[in-house]
């Protein structure tokens, strides 16, 4: 598996950690993601069966705090993993993320279990993906700027509008409303869309939307007809735009999953959740370089850029097909069951692919 980090903590060391304080480590950070409260020596040594005694355990964690891997909260006899414990953590001390049969199962049949536009697929991912991993569903609409025009398709749906269908290669479509002039021959739709089918398909978005004007410049016709081409030379940067105006670029899941978790039970902390939620450029900000290229890309507490992300981890994996590309993931608080949601987001990149 691919695990990239697109930032990293200033000053982060190589984590030229023992054996036992891996496994030490390793211990407090099972106990603190399954309980949210501090971890003790005395509960680490009844809990998991180390072979030391709770003496050497408290030893080695003070040994791990020393270096900057724990931390005491206040003046709680437990620690907390850091930042750096999460990342020490991701890379080189869990096990391989993997799905059980049940989530397996859940994603499959509620994201891919019924065909819709990808709009929609996408939405209901966030939402699922939200839900399994009890964190907050994320989902970046796919730039449509190198996806490939296989045809173009108009229907009348009024005297004075159309609805046009750019279906892309590898099966993506999009629909928008094109207002024309009335009055139009009845043939004159028909006319014009193999005209723009003859000179259009097989380029991308952003090459018809550059090149328009030279390739239909010497296109004759009835008035209707050129009244119609026109409407496009004058509206093609909208038709033809790389990102669907009907759809948010961002797409997010419930944040009332991540309201019921420790983490958010203070109003302050609530508030800081709630302003994320409703400010989405933060959020689109963060994601906006995580399309170059596949795999599982994580970013921990302060490795985010953003200082209002600097208490929440961002797990995220590109899902494509050809030349279609976006991202899918999760953003909960660093306090995360890494595994597992790792594990979550990569199968549902997978599947969004595999569904495009």
């Known amino acids: 598996m691919d695990l990239r980090s697109l930032e990293t903590t200033v000053g982060m060391q190589p984590h030229d950690l023992t054996d036992r304080e891996r496994q030490v480590l390793d211990a407090v950070i099972q106990a603190y993601v399954d309980t949210a409260e501090p971890a003790g020596s005395r509960t680490i040594a009844k809990r998991f069966p180390l072979g030391i005694s709770a003496a050497t355990i408290r030893n080695t964690m003070s040994d791990l705090e020393d270096r900057g891997y724990l931390y005491h909260p206040h003046t709680s006899a437990g620690r907390i993993p850091t930042d750096l414990a999460y990342r020490v953590y991701v890379d080189d001390i869990m096990n391989a993320p993997r799905v059980t049969p049940s989530e397996y199962v859940a994603l499959t049949t509620q994201i891919g279990g019924h065909p819709n536009a990808l709009q929609t697929m996408l939405d209901r991912a966030a939402q699922v993906l ?104 004058e509206e093609s940067d909208q038709l033809f735009t790389g990102s669907d105006e009907a759809a948010p670029g961002l797409l997010l899941g419930s944040a009332r999953i991540l309201a019921d978790q420790p983490e958010f039970r203070s109003e302050e902390r609530m508030r800081d959740l709630m302003a994320l939620t409703e400010r989405r450029d933060v959020l689109r900000e963060a994601l906006r370089n995580r399309q170059s290229g596949p795999g599982v890309t994580i970013t921990i507490g302060a490795e985010n850029v953003d200082p209002q992300l600097a208490n929440f981890t961002l797990v995220t994996s590109t899902y494509s097909a050809g030349t279609i590309h976006g991202v899918i993931g999760v953003m909960g608080p660093t306090r995360m069951s890494y595994e597992k949601v790792i594990a979550l987001v990569e199968h549902t990149s997978r599947l969004i692919g595999d569904l495009l």
């Open 130 to 233: 939200g839900m399994v991993t009890k964190e907050l569903g994320i989902a970046v609409a796919p730039s449509f700027d190198d996806a490939i025009l296989d045809q173009l398709q108009m229907f009348p749906v009024s005297s004075e509008r159309l609805l046009m269908v750019l279906v892309l290669r590898h099966g993506a479509a999009r629909t928008i409303f094109l207002e024309i002039p009335s009055g139009l021959p009845p043939d004159a739709v028909d006319q014009v869309a193999r005209v723009l089918n003859e000179r259009l398909s097989g380029l991308t978005l952003r090459e018809i939307r550059t090149t328009l004007r030279e390739r239909l410049r010497d296109v004759s016709g009835a008035n209707g007809e050129r009244g119609l081409i026109n409407v496009f030379l």
